[in-house]
């Protein structure tokens, strides 16, 4: 994998971990970013609440959240959601700014 963009992919990181960690430190457990081809596809794991859905009960570990097609800049990237109901990502369009 290009260095230059295992660079990138881990600024992104750094990033979204500085987001969780500001505006929702008590419901994500970790976050995760990794890199294949042009994409970054990003994971995190969710603190379990009191009085959590049996539904998602079974629901533990990493979960799929969205991926990020860079598109050279750093600031600019284009955003698809992880739908469960169709188990894949959806293209929603480009994102700028800070993705947040």
């Given at each position: 994998m290009d260095k230059r963009f295992q660079r990138i992919a881990y600024r992104l990181e750094k990033r979204l971990d500085d987001h969780v960690d500001e505006h929702w430190p008590d419901r994500v457990v970790s976050l995760e970013v990794r890199p294949r081809g042009q994409f970054c596809y990003v994971t995190v794991e969710f603190a379990k609440r009191d009085g959590q859905s049996s539904e998602f009960a079974g629901?533990?570990?990493e979960q799929p959240l969205m991926r990020l097609r860079y598109?050279?800049?750093e600031d600019q990237w284009e955003f698809a959601c992880y739908?469960?109901?169709q188990g894949s990502h959806?293209?929603?369009g480009r994102a700028g700014g800070l993705l947040m």
């Open positions: 629901e533990e570990g598109i050279g800049s739908t469960w109901a959806n293209t929603s």
